[in-house]
């Protein structure tokens, strides 16, 4: 029937019911993220002179952020938190776990899925601590069951362990996604290939990925955007030792929390909006081009 | 496939899947023993099985406190998600408004670029100004901030999915706007709603960074932020108390997610997380 | 009394549902609203409702204008295709729901929601919920409901269309006699010919969003007004043959009429219902029948339509039980004098 969507509610009402929603959205959400910009453009510090008065110092903050030797090594232990744990870790784990999963049925699958959730659901605080009593220098279930006692996994490779972690506590999701996605590869096509004498690795190449491109695009992007943000690490390592495990999250806090030095923070920030803000349209743009937008 | 390569194949899947299990319990061990372990270490290991750990909480004086700061900055937050959502969705699903699908596509573009870690400092200083340092109500107002896009996005699925014929059926025999929302609309979307609200406390329940930077006062830190000080604050960390209070406080959390997921499927982009 | 002056809806974008529409139907009537798909029939019930505000036009409801009045205050009660049963709320306070808007103490409103029930056979169902009813007794709720709150009209948008075949006709009658008994006025939406014809007192055919014809469904099956109805009325469809009328003569695929006194000359449309014809195996001596040869015949049960291949065209007659003659025939069709119509520009012209 050509009859247009219809008008339930009343202009006025209408606003009137999105109007709250709007407000803390935009107390809350949105001036939060202008007022980066501007505080990125201060000395505005935590203490002393500069908290009374704060002066605007243009783009200093942002000058001195680049060639600050702490700034940069920030950025590439964050570029290989992100390619280590989310691009390389999670994504393929969860891959590969959800293909050697999908025909199967019974304990054996309930099981691996449940623990793979559990690790992805238990509160952050939670899994920081098992993974500092796993990790532990002294009585660590790891150090045990290698028989390396008094091998010291966060002292001595601070990144290694975070970016382990990260894939551990991370996977669930990927794992979710491609499951998903690979219910959705008719199994004839399968067939098919198998009947050709495809092997495993020419299956997935010619049959599997074709059709589960969009997905692994859309996951790619999200455990990216997620990883880049998550601020777990710091429960395990606080950044240390030495920065050696101060990923750009971390890296705010301490400078601008720890340190007082809320306007270089601020600063520093504004650039991880902008990261932030080319992940989503691309993840936005991909929901379009797919003819379906949901929220992440 | 030859029958080699059939039998190496099954043989290298069951070793892969036995390889995950491992990675994905052996943190999980210690969280299943230490609680109940009457000498709890730091290596999982078989306990000898005790409840004492769970009367040392008693002794602990944040420990419980924080479990309540965590039930009531989560339930507020919910609350506050769940109302303003409703709200919002439906009068984006029932009524002409104006670049409605634009501000849509903004609320969600925002919701996934202003996260807690680009906000830490801006949300700090709002906090400060507002005198909402030290509040629960700083911590339920900053994360329901991050929630309400999200959840007016689903709920306005739900909306969208629920014919308009009940309410315009309601609203020919007289229902106000109000009663046509308590009567018709409400029962209606109520499974959105458990679902939303679900979805509010565990977020809230296990975020760390916002009540982490916005209250300093241990009597209003929730349960992230106790157990967190309880094994990085002086001395030697208590075992027995940090395995008790972790059990404690993971279960609501894994208990909503089975909940969600037994009642309503498991649908990862709107999902429980995230 | 329902009154409509000049009512106009256009929905954004410019397109008009119900295009300067005036009707009136009258107290107690049951009034239909027929035509196919994207009429405009559903638009205009809407706004008879209260649900869609009209862009210009008066609406009048028992002589008082209520073009402004919100829905909820027209004193209409509305049956939905999809019947809007409240799925949360038992059969009780589905019925009792309008008198719980106008504050009726819950006893009372109870009591009537059973006694509605009663009267609507619904007695044993006052405790389920809409989910656990058949579609005929959802329909039934629907209507006790819209019943129970003593409206001065009924709107019913297709209320028999989300039924099975079999359990329509049945409520078909029980309709029919509800609204006999209450006489309240009632406007239903129908793309239903038969269902429009089986209930209506009058018929309102629609198209493009103006009202093609009105009329009793007897003038309506009848006299179609313009082609459109003439194909749209009726279970099988009219005959529309071209001829020429010419010099007092009407040449219709090989047969030949007088032309009639006032009919105009020159090209016209014959149309002929299947069912006023009768077919013949014998040649008739006179010039007024179509030759032909059967081609296809299908079993309607009672009677059996016969396809006829005329000279370049075909005509199709409804044949009583037991008279159809074999397919390859040749048979002739003679129309019942008087039953024919003939249309120029789409619209009737007169008979033949």
């Keep these: 029937m050509a009859r247009a969507e219809s008008g339930t509610l009343g202009r006025r009402p209408a606003v009137g019911f999105v109007l709250p929603a709007l407000v803390l959205i935009g107390v809350f959400l949105v001036f939060p993220a202008l007022w980066t910009v501007y505080l990125g453009l201060t000395d505005y510090r935590l203490t002393g002179l500069a908290a009374a008065d704060p002066q605007v110092v243009g783009a200093a903050n942002y000058a001195e952020a680049l060639g600050d030797e702490r700034f940069r090594t920030s950025l590439w232990l964050t570029v290989q938190f992100v390619l280590g744990s989310a691009v390389l870790g999670q994504a393929v784990l969860g891959f590969a776990i959800a293909w050697a999963l999908r025909d199967r049925r019974g304990p054996l699958k309930s099981l691996t899925e449940g623990l793979v959730l559990l690790a992805w659901i238990l509160p952050s605080s939670v899994v920081a601590f098992l993974w500092i009593a796993l990790l532990d220098r002294d009585g660590g279930t790891l150090n045990a069951i290698l028989h390396t006692p008094g091998f010291a996994w966060l002292l001595d490779h601070p990144m290694a362990s975070i970016i382990v972690f990260n894939v551990w506590r991370g996977t669930a999701f990927s794992m979710m996604l491609y499951g998903a996605a690979l219910e959705n590869v008719p199994p004839s096509h399968l067939e098919t290939a198998r009947l050709a004498g495809a092997s495993t690795l020419q299956q997935l190449r010619d049959v599997v990925l074709p059709h589960i491109k969009g997905h692994v695009l859309t996951n790619l992007l999200l455990i990216t955007l997620w990883t880049f943000n998550d601020f777990t690490a710091f429960q395990l390592t606080a950044g240390g030792p030495e920065g050696r495990s101060e990923i750009l999250p971390v890296y705010i806090y301490n400078v601008a929390m720890s340190g007082g030095r809320l306007g270089f923070g601020a600063a520093v920030s504004f650039l991880v909006l902008v990261v932030n803000l080319v992940l989503a349209f691309g993840y936005l743009r991909l929901l379009r081009s797919r003819g379906e937008v949901r929220p992440s | 496939m030859t029958p080699v390569r059939h039998m190496l194949g099954t043989i290298g899947r069951a070793a892969f899947l036995a390889l995950v299990l491992g990675f994905f319990a052996l943190p999980l061990l210690w969280l299943a023993s230490a609680p109940f372990d009457a000498h709890p270490s730091i290596t999982a290991s078989v306990p000898e099985f005790t409840l004492a750990n769970f009367r040392a909480l008693l002794d602990n004086p944040y420990a419980l406190g924080s479990l309540r700061n965590s039930l009531i900055q989560a339930c507020g937050s919910a609350a506050l998600v769940v109302t303003l959502a409703a709200l919002a969705a439906y009068a984006l699903s029932r009524a002409r408004v104006p670049g409605r699908d634009a501000l849509l596509y903004v609320l969600l573009l925002l919701s996934s670029v202003v996260t807690g870690t680009a906000a830490m400092v801006p949300l700090f200083e709002l906090a400060t100004r507002l005198n909402l340092i030290d509040t629960h109500l700083g911590v339920v107002l900053t994360l329901s901030g991050g929630l309400l896009p999200a959840a007016i996005f689903i709920l306005k699925d739900f909306m969208d999915a629920t014919p308009t014929s009940y309410e315009e059926s309601a609203r020919v025999f007289g229902a106000s706007p109000g009663q046509v929302l308590r009567h018709v609309v409400i029962p209606l979307v109520r499974p959105g709603l458990a679902t939303i609200a679900v979805w509010a406390v565990a977020g809230v329940w296990g975020s760390f960074l916002q009540p982490f930077i916005l209250l300093r006062d241990p009597d209003k830190a929730p349960g992230a932020v106790i157990l967190y000080t309880l094994y990085t604050e002086g001395g030697a960390p208590r075992l027995d108390v940090i395995s008790a209070f972790s059990l404690l406080y993971s279960l609501p959390v894994v208990v909503m997610y089975v909940f969600v997921s037994r009642r309503y499927g498991f649908r990862f982009h709107g999902g429980i997380k995230r | 009394m329902i009154a409509l002056r000049g009512l106009t809806k256009e929905f954004p974008g410019g397109v008009r549902a119900v295009d300067s ?217 009219m005959n529309l043959l071209p001829g020429v009328a010419k010099d007092g003569v009407l040449r219709v695929a090989g047969a030949e009429f007088p032309l009639p006194d006032g009919a105009p000359e020159g090209e016209v449309l014959y149309g002929l219902r299947p069912e006023y014809a009768d077919l013949t195996t014998r040649e008739p001596g006179e010039k007024g029948a179509f030759p032909g040869k059967v081609a296809v015949v299908e079993n309607l049960g009672t009677a059996h339509l016969v396809t006829l291949e005329c000279t370049d065209h075909l005509l199709q007659v409804v044949v009583p039980e037991g008279a159809e003659p074999p397919p390859g025939t040749a048979a002739w069709a003679v129309p019942r004098p008087g039953r024919a119509l003939l249309y120029r520009d789409d619209t009737l012209v007169g008979g033949a």
């Excluded at chain 3, 006893?107 to 009663?118: C, F, L, M, Q, V």
């Excluded at chain 3, 269309?161 to 006489?183: G, I, P, V, Y």
């Excluded at chain 3, 014809?197 to 969003?209: F, N, T, W």
């Design chain 3, 21 to 237: 529409l005036d009707l009136e139907i009258g107290d107690g009537e049951f009034f239909a609203l027929l035509g196919p798909s994207g009429c405009g029939k559903t638009t205009l019930l809407r706004t008879i409702a209260g649900l869609e505000t009209p862009t210009s036009g008066r609406i009048e409801i028992g002589g008082v204008d209520v073009t402004g009045t919100p829905p909820g205050r027209r004193d209409v009660a509305m049956v939905f295709q999809d019947y809007a049963l409240f799925p949360h709320m038992d059969v009780t306070a589905n019925i009792a729901y309008p008198l719980r808007i106008r504050k009726v103490p819950r006893a009372g409103r109870e009591a009537k929601a059973a006694e509605t029930a009663s009267r609507l056979s619904l007695s044993e169902l006052l405790d389920r919920r809409p989910g656990q009813l058949s579609g005929g007794q959802q329909q039934r709720v629907a209507l006790a409901r819209a019943v129970a709150c003593h409206p001065k009209a009924f709107l019913f948008d297709e209320p028999l269309s989300n039924l099975d075949a079999r359990l329509r006709l049945e409520a078909r009658t029980f309709l029919k006699r509800l609204q006999r008994e209450l006489a309240v006025t009632t406007v239903f939406v129908t793309h239903d010919q038969s269902e429009a014809l089986a209930l209506a007192d009058r018929i309102a055919v629609m198209s493009a969003g103006r009202i093609t014809q009105l009329g009793t469904p007897s003038e309506v099956f009848r006299r179609p007004a313009t082609t459109f109805v003439a194909s749209f009325i009726g279970s099988t469809p």
